[in-house]
């Protein structure tokens, strides 16, 4: 990756937690360019074409090339009106934030992408167990599915029908954590959980139907 | 939500994924996408100037025009391109639009321009984005108050209306004192009144010199008693009048009422009456001097007189707040000086600070630099606290006086340019009338020269000559023939102002002498008969031009024609004015008929524009042209 910047002390660290003005003003200078198009194709399961596409929805948002975690929040947040999906937002940015470095580039982007879209069930699932392991520890504990779904149902908002209670996050947690938890030692592994989902019809039927949203980037012009 | 957001909508659909793990029911079947269109590059050739943009960014906003079927209607087929023929530099900013999501508005624009291509694109301007909003908003005020205040002006300004109640041009002359002498009189004599009044006032207490008996002086009001009383009776009884005539002439009587100078004039004529009402009782004296204070709000009628007073007055109500600043801040600092001052100055022997309140006054003459010097401190704390309240009082008073300032002056150029416009108005509207005119004008000239160019071309044929025709634009030849068709329809004529305004007098004058005792009249007698035939119908009456341009043969007929001719344009000219004066015009027939006459080659030109009038009618007619 190549970055461009104007300062060149603190060429990598684009953390959005710096406050001083010089910062800002960095940030706003630093431009990156992603890898060139053959390359990121190599990677990725999309062609030329897709990739063109997504490149151009992706600068138009993000002039600077880069997304940061706020920008992210926001832009989510735009999907959810009715609830708050910024913590949601807060743990879809660190799975697609790869290498950790605050910031999701184009490629970083492009790579989550191909694989929720263009990926094998497989590589979802190991996708979604990413997302799920809030500290990257190989193990989601129930503490962790407990924020997950605390994020999951607050993007939904005050206004539902059945009306939202306290425990129905508890609940449900407890719901998915007897299924997937076969050992009963109160975490779930990468193999019990791919293992799950790939025997409940539901989740394989929808995770499917996903895979046949093909169409999805020419949606995005 | 924004445009560009939506680009990452199939990146939210993919993040999806994330919940089915963990989902109670399964999900949902994906929606499929019918329209499967290829996105490709649209040009957009604006007057020369490419732009080019990608199909489906114009299609985010399907209700406007380029992202609708609408924009098929400027497809240019040759050149695979869509053409509008507008503004380029703006329609920069609409295609931004489209591709941010966000409508700016420049400010170097003109604001109706803008207007006119954001409803021409069918976007609406409630979406202009933050940043430009204030300024849109703003720049949009101005120009309708701008155009309302035209408007205004322009009904005011109007020539008087034969049909205005004596009621509203009595109004009208109160509100505006250039509309008529009248009024102009009307305006500079309770001016003057008013003047008078107050000097009046003033000079009555005056001391006059010793009245023979007394000591003292007198002032001049006690000495010449009655004639003050005589000059204050004519002031009040003026004053009366005026605001009865006002209230009589008022519009809306209630409205009046209320308003501002209409209590100032109650107010200043009210003690008048109510010393005449009272008796001279020692108690209610008190009372009645009190009352006379309120005679000096007569000087305030003079702001009907002056603008600047009314600029002034307008000023003070809008800086309200400031001026509420102001005070609030200055009763804060004098109530703290002056507790200050008084426990300072307690100390000291035969002060003069007795109270708070009464460290009031020292303080309110300190802090506004006056320094009468009736208080002064004696004691060194005192003196100190002295000149931090004098120092602090400049501070304080300087502070709201500019914002003050700032307003009247804005206020002031607001009215001297509306002031300029009104005077620039009259000059924009006369060029707008002679535009105007000019183009009736051109139409009625043509039409003399066509009959001129037709009558030479024959008389050319005649003498075997070719005729070189004037030339206009193919614009304006198809427009004379629209105004030919309506007059074909209307069988009516267009003629020019003078021509009409001669003929109404002439009937005018016409019709009160009533008699046949004038040749004309006989005439008019003679062919009032054919008048009567025809009623509803007039005819043309080809050109007022005749007698400069025709040779020999009209010119002993010139001078009939001269008397004739006016009226009969006149006449003509009515159409363009009002329609219910046909009347006159079925009238004037006689005076047409005979200008008709005079044309020596009519035969030949008149039936052709004068298809239903048939020509026996000029034959008869003839023999009565010569008869006269």
């Keep these: ?221 | 939500m924004a445009a560009g957001v939506a680009a990452w909508l199939p990146f939210a659909r993919a993040a999806a994924i994330g919940w089915m793990p963990v989902a109670s029911a399964p999900m949902p079947a994906p929606p499929r996408d019918k329209r499967r269109t290829q996105d490709g590059l649209i040009i957009l050739n604006v007057s020369g100037t490419k732009f080019q943009t990608w199909r489906n960014t114009l299609e985010r906003y399907p209700d406007t025009l380029l992202g609708s079927t609408e924009r098929d209607f400027f497809f240019n087929e040759e050149t695979n391109e869509y053409f509008f023929d507008r503004d380029p530099d703006i329609f920069r900013h609409i295609l931004n639009f489209y591709r941010t999501g966000k409508l700016h508005y420049p400010r170097h624009e003109c604001i109706s321009a803008y207007d006119e291509e954001l409803s021409f694109f069918g976007i609406i301007p409630e979406i202009i984005g933050d940043c430009c909003y204030e300024e849109y908003k703003d720049r949009r005020r101005e120009n309708a108050e701008r155009l309302q205040d035209d408007a205004d002006t322009e009904n005011n300004n109007d020539g008087v209306l034969p049909d205005m109640t004596l009621r509203q041009t009595m109004w009208r002359a109160f509100e505006n004192p250039h509309t008529s002498t009248l009024a102009l009189v009307f305006y500079y004599v309770t001016g003057f009144f008013i003047a008078v009044s107050v000097i009046a006032n003033v000079v009555e207490t005056v001391p006059c010199g010793t009245s023979p008996g007394r000591v003292k002086d007198l002032p001049c009001g006690e000495r010449y008693a009655l004639a003050f009383f005589c000059l204050d009776t004519a002031c009040v009884m003026i004053f009366t009048i005026e605001y009865l005539l006002r209230l009589i002439a008022a519009p809306s009587r209630y409205k009046f009422v209320r308003s501002v100078m209409s209590i100032i004039d109650v107010v200043a004529i009210m003690p008048y009456y109510i010393g005449l009402v009272m008796t001279d009782n020692e108690d209610v004296s008190g009372a009645f001097v009190t009352l006379r204070v309120f005679r000096v709000f007569r000087i305030f009628k003079f702001s009907r007189h002056s603008q600047g007073l009314r600029i002034l007055g307008y000023t003070l109500k809008s800086c309200a707040s400031e001026l509420g600043f102001l005070l609030f801040s200055l009763t804060m600092a004098i109530i703290i000086f002056a507790t200050v001052m008084f426990y300072a100055e307690k100390g000291s022997t035969a002060s003069k600070f007795t109270s708070i309140p009464a460290a009031f006054w020292y303080t309110i003459v300190t802090m506004t630099t006056l320094g009468y010097g009736d208080m002064v401190p004696k004691t060194i704390a005192g003196k100190i606290f002295g000149s931090i309240c004098s120092l602090s009082g400049v501070l304080v008073i300087a502070l709201p006086v500019p914002v003050i300032v700032s307003n009247f002056s804005r206020i002031y150029h607001q009215n001297q340019r509306a002031d300029k416009r009104k005077a620039q108005k009259k000059a924009r509207l006369a060029r707008i009338r002679v535009a105007k005119s000019g183009s009736a004008n051109a139409y009625i000239q043509s039409k003399r020269n066509g009959l001129l160019s037709d009558s030479l071309e024959q008389a050319s044929k005649e003498a075997g000559q070719a005729l070189v025709s004037k030339t206009s634009s193919s614009f304006e030849r198809q427009h004379h023939h629209l105004l030919h068709c309506l007059e074909k329809t209307t069988n009516h004529e267009f003629v020019d102002e003078q021509t009409y305004e001669m003929s109404c007098m002439e009937v005018s004058t016409v019709n009160q002498s009533g008699s046949r005792s004038s040749s004309i009249s006989s005439q008019h007698g003679l062919t009032a008969t054919c008048c009567s035939r025809r009623n509803k119908k007039t005819f043309r009456l080809p050109n007022s031009n005749m007698s400069g341009s025709r040779p020999g043969s009209v010119q002993e007929l010139s001078t009939i024609q001269i008397r004739e001719r006016p009226p009969l344009s006149n006449s003509r000219s009515s159409l363009n004015a009002k329609i219910e004066d046909t009347a006159q015009l079925n009238c004037d027939q006689p005076y047409v008929t005979a200008a008709i006459i005079s044309i020596p080659t009519p035969p030949v030109t008149t039936p052709e524009e004068d298809t239903s009038q048939s020509p026996d009618y000029s034959q008869s007619n003839i023999v009565k042209v010569s008869a006269l």
Excluded at chain 1, 30 to 43: D, F, N, S, T, Y
Excluded at chain 1, 208 to 216: A, D, K, L, T, V
């Design chain 1, 1 to 221: 990756m190549r970055n461009i910047s104007c300062s060149h002390s603190k060429g990598n660290k684009m953390n959005s937690k710096y406050n001083s003005v010089e910062d800002e003003l960095e940030m706003a200078t630093v431009r990156h360019r992603p890898e060139g198009l053959e390359q990121l194709e190599a990677q990725t399961q999309f062609t030329k074409k897709e990739l063109q596409i997504l490149y151009r929805g992706f600068k138009n948002e993000c002039p600077s090339g880069i997304v940061n975690e706020e920008t992210f929040k926001e832009i989510y947040s735009q999907f959810f009106p009715q609830g708050d999906a910024s913590t949601y937002a807060h743990y879809l940015f660190n799975a697609f934030d790869t290498d950790h470095n605050g910031s999701v580039s184009f490629q970083d982007f492009v790579m989550g992408l191909s694989i929720l879209l263009r990926g094998s069930i497989q590589e979802k699932l190991n996708w979604a167990f990413n997302l799920y392991d809030i500290n990257k520890d190989g193990y989601i504990t129930k503490e962790e599915m407990l924020d997950i779904m605390k994020a999951i149902y607050d993007m939904m908002g005050k206004y539902t029908y059945p009306v939202l209670k306290e425990e129905t996050p508890k609940q449900h947690v407890e719901i998915f954590f007897q299924k997937m938890d076969k050992n009963k030692d109160g975490v779930v592994t990468i193999d019990e959980f791919i293992d799950c989902c790939q025997k409940e019809k539901n989740i394989s039927k929808s995770m499917r139907h996903n895979m046949n949203c093909r169409g999805i980037t020419n949606d995005s012009r």
